[in-house]
């Protein structure tokens, strides 16, 4: 079994500041098949990215993906208020099982 | 506009069985693979079960295995999930989510609002 690993487990940021959020995974998977998605308290979770670095339809276009193998990263351009969220990886490449990551908590500062 | 809505959800006694329902709408049901997702309270996301788009294939994580059923009505637009020998441990939100392929390597791109399934005596 792939287990992702998110780090920070929480980061505080300021609105207009830059957010790196980190996944990595205990071994590869095929293709990058890696997703991101945000998820605010008490809704269900919005897909961001898929295949490592594409966005999904109407995400903004200050979120962006990056990695490879075992390594990789969402970013946050400048934040804006509504991103204050819980953020998990997942892959998607040793399906037909699914992992998460334990997710990341952007908070304000 | 795709919709996904769970139904079902509740308090059951350890050992008893739940059914889930999601009713799709607002995108062509038939062909896209769709799972099952939970979350306990105040923990992460836990992939449960995942169908094909016929209904042929399913697949479960370890910890539901033999207990949980999942499947499909594609006449109805329906997907279900059958939950028996409820554990307290099966305690969560449970979120049906759409396969943006149609094959398994495919992300999550549409969720339901999810149901709560507490399982206590």
Known sequence: EIVLTQSPGTLSLSPGERATLSCRASQSFSSNYLAWYQQKPGLAPRLLIYGASSRATGIPDRFSGSGSGTDFTLTISRLEPEDYAVYYCQQYGSSPLYTFGQGTKLEIK | ?????????????????????????????????????????????????????????????????????????????????????????????????????????????????GALVTVSS
Not at chain 2, 1 to 6: A, C, I, S, W
Not at chain 2, 82 to 96: G, I, P
Request: one cysteine or more.
């Open chain 2, 1 to 113: 506009q795709v919709q996904l809505v769970e139904s079902g959800g509740g308090v059951v006694q350890p050992g008893r069985s739940l059914r889930l329902s999601c009713a799709a709408s607002g995108f062509t049901f038939s062909i896209y693979g769709m799972h099952w997702v939970r979350q306990a309270p105040g923990k992460g996301l836990e992939w449960v079960a995942v169908i094909s788009y016929d209904g042929i294939n399913k697949y479960y994580e370890d910890a539901v295995k033999g207990r949980f059923t999942i499947s499909r009505d594609n006449s109805k637009n329906t997907l279900s999930l059958q939950m028996n020998n409820l554990r307290a441990e099966d305690t969560a939100v449970y979120f049906c989510a759409k396969s943006r392929g149609g094959g398994y390597n495919s992300p999550f791109d549409y969720w339901g609002q």
